[in-house]
């Protein structure tokens, strides 16, 4: 078993373990949900000519303590995939290049939210998270086509490492929570508010290396989150 996928379990057991151990929390429980994500930033405004979103999901758990009726805390720790889809042209006078790229990435984040319950329904949040980048892939797939010679075919798929991208982020969350009984249905905005690529690191934009063409490599993550609440504690003043 790889490193990286020890790493992935071992992150994973302290998740679970951080919830059944939390103490003097008004509710606590687990954490499950889908998201689009993907890139945005400095350097994919002035080299992509298309940006998509790519499905990906949460899985963790959370913990919330009221400061009274209407306002509280959230904490979080979760295994987040994050990632996007970019297609690339660059074209000079020696060659043309196209690229699409679809980059999974798998980071631990850990949000630190304020709660403000509107009604008994409904709740707002709003907050900073900080994540941790375990692992990734990068899949390219694209052309390389030099006047007089065959159009050679990229399509490779490229493993990530902490050492490939920046091993810390952090960002901003928003969202809402509506309470469907046993669970809560929550709407997330995330966005990465930290370049995520190493400077001279150029996987996540095919075989041309950009970052010698623009003078700082800009790529942030953002997230639009579907997630399920589900509390397996509450205490005496816990919240729905």
């Known amino acids: 078993m ?27 429980g687990l954490h499950l949900g889908v998201h689009g994500a993907g890139i945005w930033g400095g350097s994919v405004r002035a080299s992509s000519t298309r940006t998509g979103m790519k499905a990906g999901f949460t899985l963790g758990g959370y913990s919330t303590s009221m400061r009274d009726e209407r306002f509280g805390v959230q904490r979080g720790l979760y295994i987040s995939l994050k990632g996007g889809e970019s297609d690339y042209h660059y074209e000079s ?29 409904l709740s707002l949040l709003a907050g ?23 159009i050679q075919k990229v399509d490779e798929i490229q493993e990530l490492a902490p050492g490939d991208l920046k091993k ?19 709407f997330r905005c995330s966005l990465g508010l930290n370049n995520v690529m190493i400077r001279d690191r150029y996987f996540l934009f095919g075989e041309y290396d950009w970052s010698r063409r623009y003078s700082r490599v800009d790529v942030r993550n953002y997230a639009l989150q579907f997630l399920l609440e589900y509390p397996i504690r509450k205490g005496s003043s816990g919240t729905s």
């Open 2 to 28: 790889s490193k990286r996928i020890q790493t992935l379990l071992l992150a994973t057991s302290f998740i679970f373990a951080a919830i059944l151990t939390a103490q003097g929390m008004d509710e606590v």
């Open 93 to 121: 006078s020696t060659m043309i290049q196209r690229y699409h790229v679809n980059n999974s990435l798998i980071y631990l984040e850990v949000p630190l939210l304020g709660v403000w319950v509107y009604s008994d329904k």
């Open 128 to 150: 900073a998270y900080i994540d941790y980048f375990l692992l990734g892939v990068s899949d390219i797939q694209g052309t390389t086509d030099v006047p007089g010679e065959p």
């Open 168 to 186: 810390l982020g952090y960002g901003l969350i928003a969202g809402v929570s509506c309470s469907l009984g046993k669970m809560n249905l929550v």
